[in-house]
């Protein structure tokens, strides 16, 4: 019982410190991750420029998108990284209200998405990985830097994953030169888009506003777990706003929101500011 306490009390005292010390083994699964994709997803030329030419056969509100916000004339790009803080994320419904940081990385060459939460729930760390790579889709969250609370896969989670990615792809256009997405008007102001990886498929609708920027996307191609763990398909909204000119002159939305449009109403569940979006080649 003496050396059962002892080493008790041991690890009460030692757990201050592995909370606060920068090491995490999620983050660093994230990181490496990161790295592999960006030497993977290396431009063939990196003085590649979007013309207008690349987006000829593309709906109006697209070419019209394209042009508003500055892409012409701009590099291309092999990933995009977006970057968040004091991001306001729910636990569910009825679950506790989080303030998160938020970074993600879109790649371009195939349908690629990893993106780190890091947080803290009673000064304990909290993170988590979304991840969508190879056709593989997941959601894990840990506690104290080594307690799997949670580790959600399987063929819904993987469209689901393939479905946010779509949602994101006007974010970074080289994505819409892909011969794995396809776009079929509307009107003026909506845009069908589809994506096929792997053998999986979602598809959703833009909407654009007087200006053509993208203000949101929506798909019925999402699943959420109930309280029951039982997957439920509900309609998923993608919301942003606000487009301001980033340093590279880029206008891109610095509001998004992400959203479940239960049938008694709408479910905010993550609401954050983009802080940053920066593009990068590959080298």
């Avoid at 340093?247 to 479940?260: H, N």
Wanted: hydrophobic share 40%; aromatic share 14%.
């Amino acid at each position: 019982m003496f050396i059962l306490l002892c080493v008790l009390l041991v690890l009460i005292g030692a757990a201050p410190i592995w909370f606060h010390i920068p090491y995490s083994p999620l983050k660093s699964d994230f990181k490496k991750d990161v790295a592999k994709m960006i030497s993977k997803n290396k431009l063939p030329d990196e003085n590649a420029l979007f013309t207008k030419e690349n987006f000829t056969h593309f709906p109006a509100a697209i070419q019209r998108y394209i042009e508003h916000c500055g892409y012409l004339g701009t590099p291309k790009m092999s990933y995009l990284k977006m970057e968040y803080h004091d991001v306001d994320f729910m636990q569910g419904r009825n679950g506790p209200k989080l303030k998160i940081d938020y970074t993600q990385y879109n790649f371009v060459y195939e349908p690629c998405r990893l993106a780190l939460i890091d947080s803290s729930m009673f000064g304990i760390p909290f993170e988590g990985y979304d991840y969508y790579q190879n056709g593989v889709g997941g959601m894990k969250g840990v506690i104290a830097k080594a307690i799997t609370l949670f580790h959600q896969t399987g063929a819904d989670m993987n469209r689901a994953c393939l479905a946010t990615y779509l949602a994101e792809s006007l974010f970074a256009p080289s994505i819409l030169l892909q011969d794995y997405i396809a776009f079929e008007e509307i009107n003026d102001y909506e845009i069908k888009a589809a994506i096929t990886y792997d053998g999986q498929m979602a598809s959703g609708v833009f909407s654009f506003n007087k200006d053509y920027e993208m203000i949101s996307f929506t798909t019925n191609d999402r699943a959420v777990a109930g309280t029951d763990g039982v997957m439920e398909y509900v309609p998923w909204s993608a919301l942003c706003g606000e487009y301001a000119a980033s340093p590279d002159g880029i206008l891109r939305p610095t509001k998004f929101q992400a959203v479940w449009n239960y049938p008694d109403g709408d479910f905010v569940y993550f609401d954050g500011t983009i802080r940053s979006a920066t593009v990068g080649s590959g080298a």
